[in-house]
T-cell receptor, first 112, second 110 residues
Framework: AQSVTQPDIHITVSEGASLELRCNYSYGATPYLFWYVQSPGQGLQLLLKYFSGDTLVQGIKGFEAEFKRSQSSFNLRKPSVHWSDAAEYFCAVKTSYDKVIFGPGTSLSVIP | EADIYQTPRYLVIGTGKKITLECSQTMGHDKMYWYQQDPGMELHLIHYSYGVNSTEKGDLSSESTVSRIRTEHFPLTLESARPSHTSQYLC?????????FGPGTRLTVL
């Protein structure tokens, strides 16, 4: 069965520090992978997506993610975190039936 | 401007009431979805539709029902709301690619 895990429930980083949010997936075929961000009281906004090709994808707000097939991972990174990045981050995989399965989310806090 | 809308944004209602959560999108997408999200928890798919007159149950069992009479409209209905229905409900639509999400409806049933 398809699944998405995000090992870190909550992460706290200092403003200006680098960030890496982990995501692992279980899916038999080549996955379509996504990272979404949800600010408090808001819907989800797409940060970036991977369909094929270059395994390092660039997204909005300075985020990037790297697809590693051998590790079934799609970790999200940002070199320098801003206070406005504090939010909930969801990794997701789209199945062959066009259903999107979300991970449990990682809550990011940013210390000034 | 192409977008996806949900109304109401917030709803507080008493037990036993019938409610309908509205979702509309202006992008002409065939696929639409409803997700339920408890505070601080992951999203669970409760309904989806591949087009007009197509509706399917999602992975999480829900007492709600949906309809898809028009491409742009995918309302969710609870015939008799209960406190266990208190949650956030997110609507989404997609084309080939990623899902666009609405702002959500935060429902509280007293």
């Amino acid at each position: 069965a398809q699944s998405v895990t995000q090992p870190d429930i909550h992460i706290t980083v200092s403003e200006g520090a680098s960030l890496e949010l982990r995501c692992n997936y279980s899916y038999g075929a080549t996955p379509y992978l996504f990272w979404y961000v949800q600010s408090p009281g808001q819907g989800l906004q797409l940060l970036l997506k991977y369909f094929s090709g270059d395994t390092l994808v660039q997204g909005i707000k300075g985020f990037e993610a790297e697809f590693k097939r051998s590790q079934s991972s799609f970790n999200l990174r940002k070199p320098s975190v801003h206070w406005s990045d504090a939010a909930e981050y969801f990794c997701a995989v789209k199945t062959s039936y066009d259903k999107v399965i979300f991970g449990p989310g990682t809550s990011l806090s940013v210390i000034p | 401007e192409a977008d996806i809308y949900q109304t109401p944004r917030y709803l507080v209602i008493g037990t036993g009431k019938k409610i309908t959560l509205e979702c509309s999108q202006t992008m002409g997408h065939d696929k639409m979805y409803w997700y339920q999200q408890d505070p601080g928890m992951e999203l669970h798919l409760i309904h989806y539709s591949y087009g007009v007159n197509s509706t399917e149950k999602g992975d999480l069992s829900s007492e709600s029902t949906v309809s898809r009479i028009r491409t742009e409209h995918f309302p969710l209905t609870l015939e008799s709301a209960r406190p266990s229905h208190t949650s956030q409900y997110l609507c989404a639509s997609s084309e080939v690619g990623y899902s666009h999400f609405g702002p959500g409806t935060r429902l509280t049933v007293l």
